[in-house]
Structures are given as C-alpha cells and as structure tokens.
C-alpha cells in the first residue's frame, strides 16, 4: 500500500490515561516512519481534566477536532475528584455525549488470550488456552441514555431510569455481529433477559430476524445470567456475542478478566461507515496508579493496532507492533499488573520503549531477509 495520511484526534483524559496513551501514540508514529505513512496527532482536553481546564468534560473544540478527524484515540476519564458532581456534569457524560454527537452506536471488544499470558488468567489453561471472542455491544440506546430521576431523600427517596429500544438500533447492530462472525467461526450468540425485560423480548425477535440474512452464521441465545455463567465455564464456545447496552458493559469486563487483565483489552466504538471511530482501552482511569508509570499501556497499544486496522486498513503495520509485543510477552517482559514468578518487570514507559526497540530489530531483520521471514 502507498503512503497514506490521517488525522489522529488524542484525548488523554485523566488518572494513567495520558501515560498510557502517549506509548501507545509513540508506536504509531514509529509505524508512519517505517511504513511511509503520516499520521497528524492533535490533542484536546476531555474529561476531568476538561472540566477543570474549560468547566466542561467535553468542549467544543474537542468535539470539533473530533469531528474532523479520521479516527480518535482516548486514554481513560474519571476519578473521585469529580464525583460529587451531578451526574450531567462528570467526566462519564462527556463520553456518552462524544458517543451521541459521533452517532457511535456499535462497539466491539476483542478478548484474546495470548499465550504468553496463560498463566495469569483465572481460569485453568485447559478450558481457556486459544480463547478469541468478540463481544458486539450496542451503544446508543438502553439504559444509559433513557431517563433518569432520583427524587426525595432518606426514606422516601425514589429513583427511576428508563431502557427503551427501537427494532432499528437493534437490527444496525446485530447485522455488524453478523457480518463479523461470517468472517470469523459463523457463530453469534445473542445475550438478553427476554423472560423478564420488554426490550429483550424485542431485541430477540430482531435478531432473529437478522440472522435469516446470514444462513451460513449459527444463531443461539442465552439469558444474560446464562451467559455470564457459561463465559467463565466454557468461554471458548463463543465467537462473536451480540448485546445490549448495560449487559454488554458488564459481560465485557467480566470475558477481559479471561485474559488476565482488563488492562490488557482495546475497543472500538463506531457509527456510520466513512465517519470517525473511537478506539480506548477498556480500563478506567486507575487514579491511584497516575504518575508513577506503573500502568500497563497494553490496552493502549492494542487500541492503536485496532485503529491501524479498523480505520485505515492497516494489518501488515497493525501486526508489525503486536508482533513485537508478543516478542517481548515471550521474552517475559512485564508491567506489575500481569507480572509472574520471574517475570523481568518494566515500568509503563519502559515497556513502550521496549516494545519500540523489538520493532526496529524487527525492521533491521526485514531489510536484510524480507517481510514475512
């Protein structure tokens, strides 16, 4: 592929978002200079770190620049500090309202195990070794974005938040699922709580509907309870699973713990094709951890290799820094959080570094016996 060039909006947020976003911005840069590409990186305050700079988590320069861009890299937002705020206010309705303003009504989460890290996963490596699901979670709708009202206080305090689906936020989402699985294992389970919830008993009616498009993909469904249970009894029976809102919120950060850590998961949120995607690791903030370069960038870098090939239709460059890693993960390379007996422990900004350098031994390899060698 020849030289390319694309705008890259980077919101480092709060806590250990902007330690880990700058590796992971440092990998992409390498990647332009060895591929012959050139990525731009305009950077904008969101989150806490808005209010307290604009007194809004997210301004409207932030949003323009996002906007206008190809693609947004974020690092995390939130923290105590901000959490006597009305709910309106704080960092989190900065992002829900970037997802609204962008028309982010799909994001995927991918939940790898590498080898490497078998050790560190709960569960035994016979029931979780070469586990690779995708959870599709719609974004848009449910109860997030329904009403929410707190009323009274002490003993005659009532709260009430509303979850409402449309047939057609349901039915753009789950032809993504599918569309992802047929390229995958042909296997999509959607997850519901259709025995209790009215918009459950519409989403698998939907669903099912969409899976008539694609007879080549196995449909089953399972309870959200089920589902829960069954990732931690047989996660390698899932490919791709589709759902909603608020389950696809929990499920995913439960299947992260498979692979040992959440702070080793990327995702994606997306609209629209030819409209900007959002890419952030999936972890918070961790406020405890900020400035000490002790987190782990992993989820970062991950979320920037999800961009190179989401976005831009990059997977030689995607693969060329996730091979480094995975170099450095078999070399026993570590930050505190997936550490093992004997493991060579880096802090945050010296596993970048060492990921930096496996690159361009990798490229110095390259050049003397070819790709692929």
Known sequence: ???????????????????????????????????SHRFEFREFPFGGSAIDQCGDPLPAETLAGCKSADAILLGAIGGPRWDALPLNRRPESGLLRLRKELGLYINLRPIRLRHSLQGISPLRADRVSGCDIEIVRE???????????????NGNARARDVAAYTSAEVERVARYAFERAAARRQHVTSVDKANVLSTSVLWRQTVSSVAREFPGVTLDHLY??????????????????????MFGDILSDEAAALAGSIGLIPSLSRGREGLPALYEPIHGSAPS????????????????????????????????IEAAVDRMLDSGYRTMDIAEPGSRLLRCSEFTAQVRHEMRDALVHSERYGWGV
């Not at 109860?143 to 009274?152: A, M, P, V, W």
């Not at 999800?306 to 997977?315: I, K, N, Q, W």
């Open 289 to 320: 951890l900020a400035g000490k370069d002790v987190a782990c960038p992993l989820g970062a870098i991950f979320s920037a290799t999800l961009m190179l090939g989401e976005s831009f239709g990059l997977a030689t460059e995607a693969q060329h």
């Open 224 to 245: 959200v309870d089920n589902a829960a249970m069954q990732l931690l009894l047989r996660p390698k029976q899932f490919d791709v699973i589709l759902t909603s809102n």
């Open 1 to 35: 592929m020849g030289q390319i060039l694309r705008t890259i909006a980077v919101l480092p947020g709060d806590g250990i978002g902007p330690e880990v976003t700058r590796g992971a911005v440092e990998l992409l840069q390498d990647s332009a200079a060895t591929f």
């Open 139 to 153: 974004l848009a709708g449910d109860i997030y974005f329904g009403e929410h009202e707190l009323h009274g206080e």
